[in-house]
């Protein structure tokens, strides 16, 4: 008898106990959101640094665009395929032997 009169109290302490720490782990603001929050922070961190250098290059040739016309020249003859007036444009092609046509059939 002894026994479950001291068990009772250590239950009822535990229990309290169990429900304090419930909010502390479980809750709206509790670890386990905190960890989640800080994950999802390191993550995009790390997108908006991809994000940042993206920027960083496309700011560097918007600078390029404005005060240079090499660069425009160069976009205009890889992107457009347009040349300069007084040049020749020669345009090899790769024949490879093992490659066949499909008519060949």
């Known amino acids: 008898m002894r026994f479950s009169r001291l068990r009772t109290p250590a239950w009822v ?33 790390q997108t908006n640094e991809v994000l940042r250098e993206r920027n960083r290059q496309l700011e560097a040739e918007v600078v390029d665009l404005k005060q240079g016309f090499e660069a425009i020249e160069e976009r205009a003859r890889y992107e457009l395929g347009m040349i300069k007036q007084g040049e020749l444009f020669f345009q090899t092609l790769d024949t490879d032997p093992s490659v066949q046509s499909t008519d060949e059939r």
Do not use: E
């Not at 509790?30 to 960890?35: A, E, I, P, S």
């Open 13 to 45: 302490l535990i229990s309290i106990i169990a429900l304090l720490q419930y909010p502390l782990w479980f809750g709206k603001g509790g670890w386990l959101k905190v960890w989640d929050l800080d994950r999802r922070l390191t993550a995009q961190q």
